[in-house]
């Protein structure tokens, strides 16, 4: 979901009433309910006409979206698999139906990066990779970034050579997350781990520890850390990305973003950008580039990731095709 996304979502919540804004809740995942708290938070002066716009939006969505009278099983498959292919749809309801399965992990994901670092910092490596696995990437990014490099170097690792995710050591989980799975260890078994979600975590890492970490991969095995830094999706990647894509991702990203994120760009790059946008929005861009100061390394490395991150959603969605090296992605 995108900021405006959010905003509306919030007004939205705002006109329900309380009551029903808590039911709602109560079918969002952690990080929803994040986002939509902190821009509730910030609502203020939200002007009559802008509820109303939004009110009537929902309406119209809610009217073609309706679902009475279908089997609800029947219609999710359906639905995600017209939203996002058949290979996808399939994954996400086997995470769903594991659902109750995972229960321990679940509420690990209400946990900021610094609790569920303490919480699982001393358990195995190995044990530490299979929580990780289950983490939304930029969540397992920011979890990994608060352990020691000797500790984080070893979890990728084994999160790079990992499979599948045995049922017998999810088990293993119990002492510290609760009741993880139960019944046969027959089951199937899902692949959770190897180099694509390796990459995916890789991507939202901070860039001091970046290298150090291809480093280890390196030393380990030359072909592993081949592999992920192919699949890992860098700002300049974005050269790969058609002009369709490249207009559709500045629909979703806000100016401020892309200003400082681009003070870090190759002049290619930088030119992609303003052949995608309108003379007067390239010129003005132009402009705000050369009156903007100098800019902390760090603060265009947090802007740039904001923006692979919307561009992998939108990836996701279908919306946007990447080619060469974000294949990984798709």
């Known amino acids: 979901m995108n900021d405006e996304g959010i905003l509306k979502s919030a007004i939205l919540l705002m006109s329900l009433g309380e009551e029903e804004a808590a039911q709602v809740f109560r079918h969002l995942a952690p990080k929803e309910v994040q986002k939509l708290s902190e821009a509730i938070a910030g609502l203020n002066d939200i002007k009559r006409d802008k509820i109303e716009l939004v009110l009537e939006e929902f309406c119209s969505q809610a009217k073609d979206k309706t679902s009475l009278g279908q089997n609800a099983s029947d219609y999710l498959r359906k639905v995600l698999t017209k939203a996002l292919g058949e290979d996808k749809a399939n994954a996400l309801l086997d995470r769903l139906n594991q659902s109750d399965d995972t229960s321990g992990i679940e509420s690990l994901k209400w946990m900021d990066a610094a ?90 890492m901070p860039t001091a520890l970046e290298a150090g970490i291809m480093e280890n991969f390196s030393q380990y095995d030359e072909d592993i850390a081949q592999k992920i830094m192919d699949e890992m999706f860098v700002f300049d990647d974005l050269m790969k990305v058609d002009d369709q894509g490249i207009q559709l991702l500045l629909r979703e990203i806000q100016s401020d973003s892309l200003i400082t994120a681009l003070k870090g760009a190759r002049e290619e790059l930088r030119t992609k950008i303003f052949k995608n946008m309108s003379q007067r929005a390239a010129e003005t ?42 294949e990984g992605f798709l």
């Open 115 to 204: 609790a569920a670092a303490e919480l699982i910092k001393s358990e195995h490596p190995q044990i530490i990779a299979t929580v990780m696995v289950h983490l939304e990437r930029d969540q397992a990014s920011a979890v990994l970034a608060l352990f020691t490099e000797r500790l984080r170097n070893d979890v990728l690792l084994r999160i790079a050579t990992l499979d599948s995710v045995q049922p017998a050591a999810l088990r293993e989980l119990n002492g510290v997350l609760g009741k993880l799975l139960s019944g046969s260890d027959n089951i199937r078994k899902p692949r959770m781990g190897g180099i694509r979600t390796t990459a995916e975590i890789m991507n939202f």
């Open 285 to 326: 861009l132009r402009e705000d580039l050369e009156s903007k100061g100098p800019v902390r390394v760090s603060e265009v490395e947090t802007e740039q990731k904001k923006i692979l991150k919307t561009l992998r959603q939108l990836a996701d969605d279908g919306r946007i095709v990447l080619g060469g090296g974000a």
